[in-house]
């Protein structure tokens, strides 16, 4: 298996630009987390979704942010407007039903400037 | 406030000894805790899962404990070597409240191993 796929892994854009991010899960994996991670605050879990429908979004910053998951294979995450505060590194994560152990992507380093 | 903390400084150790990790929550309850490998550039990979009602769990050179009373979980690396460099994460989830998948992580420890 290729493991969980990111894509970009790095984008640089410019405040107020909208951002998109992508994200293919483990085949058969039933759930799927986005994070954020930053030195000052780790890791931080933005929404995540069980059989494609969200479960929670709580930790989604604000408006600017939202996620969708048409299918089991994919999901994006999108800022629009991007700002400077959102650089950070985001990482898609996948489970399986019945595991909770988590397998992460590469991520994608993202500079807003 | 609920938070997890880990050894904010950097550990250094010499090859072939025993590193041991500390994570210590407060305010949770959690059903279970893992612990996380990431190096630099890339992201977590799954190590162990211990659960609530489990004292210690092995893998390998790996053990790690879990103290609910205490609220910590120490995590060994038995006859340490270079390639183990690297921060470790520990994460749990809040409590058992259903089937909720929501971690809450703590800032990572680094260890460095030198030859």
């Known amino acids: 298996d290729a493991g969980v796929i990111q894509s970009p892994r790095h984008e640089v854009t410019e405040m107020g630009q909208e951002v998109t991010l992508r994200c293919k899960p483990i085949?058969?994996?039933?759930?799927l987390f986005w994070y954020r991670q930053t030195m000052m605050r780790g890791l931080e879990l933005l929404i995540y979704?069980?059989?494609?429908?969200?479960?929670?979004d709580s930790g989604m910053p604000e408006d600017r942010f939202s996620a969708k998951m048409p299918n089991a294979s994919f999901s994006t995450l999108k800022i629009q407007p991007s700002e400077p505060r959102d650089s950070a590194v985001y990482f898609c994560?996948?489970?399986?039903?019945?595991?909770?152990?988590?397998?992460f992507g590469p991520g994608t380093r993202l500079t807003v400037t | 406030s609920q938070k997890i903390e880990q050894n904010s400084e950097a550990l250094n150790i010499q090859e072939g000894k025993t590193a041991t990790l500390t994570c210590n929550y407060t305010?949770?309850?959690?059903?279970?805790l893992q612990w996380y490998r990431q190096d630099p550039g890339r992201g977590p990979v799954f190590l162990l899962l211990?659960?609530?009602n489990e004292k210690e769990k092995r893998k390998e050179r790996l053990k790690v404990t879990f103290d609910t009373t205490l609220k910590q979980s120490l995590f060994h690396i038995t006859a340490s070597q270079p390639a183990d460099s690297a921060t470790y994460l520990c994460?749990?989830?809040?409590?058992?409240?259903?089937?909720?998948?929501?971690?809450?992580w703590g800032l990572g420890t680094s260890l460095a191993v030198n030859p």
């Open positions: 994560a996948s489970s399986a039903q019945g595991a909770y152990e988590q397998y």
């Open positions: 085949s058969g994996h039933d759930y």
């Open positions: 979704f069980n059989n494609n429908v969200p479960i929670d």
């Open positions: 305010n949770y309850s959690p059903a279970y």
């Open positions: 211990i659960r609530e």
């Open positions: 994460a749990l989830d809040r409590n058992n409240a259903g089937n909720n998948r929501k971690l809450i």
